[in-house]
């Protein structure tokens, strides 16, 4: 989570970051967002597949039935670099796939990217 406030920062991606830890956490985050007027629905998901209890991929499904976030707009931000993965998130509406590099200056383009989607959705 470090590098990625610290890509957004570099960008001058001005946001407030809601972070959960896992699949399931993800899931109620959306349904509350369904249920309470007061929740926040995001602008943007990053969104990692390889979570605990949750696969990212079914909070993305679960995500695209929500009546409140189902626009929202989604970016892997992943370790895989599975074709089957990649295809499967962006026929669900991922605007992109981000594989998280081990260089740090290759992590930093993150922040670009995320900027170019939020102000390419305005």
Known sequence: ?????????????????FVVHDGQQATDFFDKSDTDNEAPCPDLVLL??????????????????SPTCKNAL???????????????TLALGARGY???????????KLGP??????TSSR
């Open 1 to 17: 989570m470090y590098l990625i406030r610290e890509a957004l920062a570099a960008a001058g991606v001005n946001a407030d970051l």
């Open 48 to 65: 990692d597949l390889n979570l605990p209890k949750e696969s990212g991929e079914d909070v993305l499904r679960h995500m695209r039935n």
């Open 74 to 88: 989604v970016l892997i931000v992943t370790s895989s670099d599975s074709p089957k993965e990649r295809e499967a």
């Open 98 to 108: 981000f594989r998280k590099p081990s260089e740090y200056a290759e992590f930093m």
């Open 113 to 118: 990217i995320v900027s170019k989607l939020l």
